[in-house]
Nanobody, 123 residues
Framework: QVQLLESGGGLVPAGGSLRLSCTYSGRTIRPLAMAWFRQAPGQEREFVAIIGGYGRTGDYADSVKGRFTISRTGTKNTIFLQMDNLAPEDTAVYYC????????????????WGQGTQVTVSS
């Protein structure tokens, strides 16, 4: 059974930075593709960034390009989301997602989800 655990959320002023991390536990045949989604109050969950199981270059939502960077460790079971130049509109609960296939995540069909970590950006 794969489980995801996120950490790194918090309160930061506009223009500040945060780094989120997500680690998955459990046995898998190959490294999982992983991604970040976020959900602001009253809004639907939206895609933020994705990275392939072997570190395939990630894709990003237009709203975060140039500000956020997704990466993963050499052991492949942990990913990071470096968030720079944060803005109040980035305030949301950030969820880690994982799946055996990259495409499933792109199509919002991820098999595994974390519990979420709150990011709040003050103006």
């Amino acid at each position: 059974q794969v489980q995801l655990l996120e950490s790194g959320g918090g309160l930061v002023p506009a223009g500040g930075s945060l780094r989120l991390s997500c680690t998955y536990s459990g046995r898998t045949i190959r490294p999982l593709a992983m991604a970040w989604f976020r959900q602001a109050p009253g809004q639907e969950r939206e895609f933020v960034a994705i990275i392939g199981g072997y570190g395939r270059t990630g894709d990003y939502a237009d709203s975060v390009k140039g500000r956020f960077t997704i990466s993963r460790t050499g052991t492949k079971n942990t990913i990071f989301l470096q968030m720079d130049n944060l803005a109040p509109e980035d305030t949301a609960v950030y969820y880690c997602a994982a799946d055996a296939t990259y495409q499933a995540i792109i199509e919002n069909r991820s098999t595994y989800w974390g519990q979420g970590t709150q990011v709040t950006v003050s103006s």
